[in-house]
């Protein structure tokens, strides 16, 4: 079977007899066995799958199906599936079967979608690489020794090696968009308030979002749309009703692009990347758009206010792991003080521990205000700079990544340089705005790489169509 890069060559296939959804589902679970020594999946969902194509392909028989009969979707195991393990990839969840669907898990298969698995990813959300994990690292599709991003790394690789259609990640700083970028997907983070988070398992609550990772902008806007909107369990979404995300119309309008100079100065970014970001910009305005060089003179504050801002989340919401209602207890506990104490420190890995203290110091008295208020204070501060650049262009234009996907280990060693990883993604979370990294480039060693797209809050419509632009163009 050839490897499918749309739901609409696959719709077209299945309308025409071509193949059948227990043929697709069949086809991705192959593949899954075949590079199973990958550790992008953490538990396969083939017999429900299955189960599933097969009332799919009855419901095409009698034309009923949903808008997404035949998506084949993979999710990263942060998101609840009724009667399966959910883990956040830690031991502290050990054992730990959801009771309930999350709601883009109800809204998915409300509409024909096909859940084939869980996937793996950084513990609890947190890492850049996927090294994090308690269940062993995620291979990259093209080179085993290198990483595949993080925190959504298993999500991202399991579209890039041809394991399913799509696949949901979630990107608190850039856990969506950094993996696309190093596995040469399309990867989507909404604007906060778009998606709701019921059923997530949080890491920091204002900045997590929920998105598509695909191979065509058209398949992330048809799974945007379906997974958004408002909804009861979740108080911070918006409550406008979601918008048909899958008609963008680009009918070549001329655009106003702002491109951030501090970004393409900054020391680190590849030089082939640098290359490319250029000669994006040139053929751009060789095209008639209009493109404006934009200092953003707060690019060195962006990282540090992430950091500040998420572990003190991170800090408050992972308290709930405590060793005593559910998940991973330790054997070496004698009283309640040890239980906490073990199940805690031998639950949780060195990242996550890292934060969790981080979190707790910068919330802690004497220190709230020198921290937490002012990091509270940079964000509003980096939001209006943000948006008044936004409010006299349509987009900024910037890398996704520094490099292209690194070796297993390299940045390991120094945390400092593993969060700086996220120096292109976190502007986007912090100030809610939405963002997309499009596989637009292929390195000199063979990697790709992508360039990245922020627009205004809730012009994702106009986003995927400028999105789709480039890609044409690609």
Known sequence: MIKYHSLAAINADLQSGKITVTALVNHYLKNIADKKDYNIFLEVFADDALAQAKLIDEKIKNKTAGKLAGAVIALKDNISVKGKKLSASSKILEGYTSLYNATVVERLLAHDAIIIGRTNCDEFAMGSSNENSAFGNVHHPLDESRVPGGSSG???????????LAALGTDTGGSIRQPASFCGVVGLKPTYGTVSRYGIIAY??????????????ADAALILETIAGPDEYDSTLSQKPAQKF????????????????????????????KNK???????LKADGHELTAVDFPFLDYLVPAYYVLTTAEASSNLSRYDGIRYGYRSKNA????????KSRSEGFGT?????IMLGTFV????????????????RRLLQNKTLEILNQHQFILLPTTPGTAFKFGENSADPIKMYLEDIFTVQ??????????LPLGTHSNGLPYGIQVMANKFDEKNLFAFADYLMQKK
């Open 334 to 341: 004698t009283d309640l003080e040890s239980t906490y104490k």
């Open 428 to 437: 986007s979370n912090l100030t809610g705005i939405p963002a997309i990294s």
């Open 363 to 378: 919330l802690s008295a004497g220190y709230y205000d020198a921290y937490y208020a002012k990091g509270q204070k940079v």
């Open 204 to 217: 920091a609550s204002s900045f997590d979002q929920v998105g598509p990772l695909t191979h065509s902008v």
């Open 246 to 273: 899958s008609e963008y119309t680009n009918k070549n309008p001329k655009y106003k692009i702002a491109y951030l100079r501090d970004c393409l100065e900054k020391d680190g970014l590849d030089a082939e990347i």
């Open 277 to 283: 970001m250029l000669a994006t910009i040139e053929q």
């Open 351 to 355: 990242e996550v521990k890292r934060r």
């Open 154 to 164: 298993g999500s991202a690789a399991a579209v890039a090696a041809d394991m399913c």
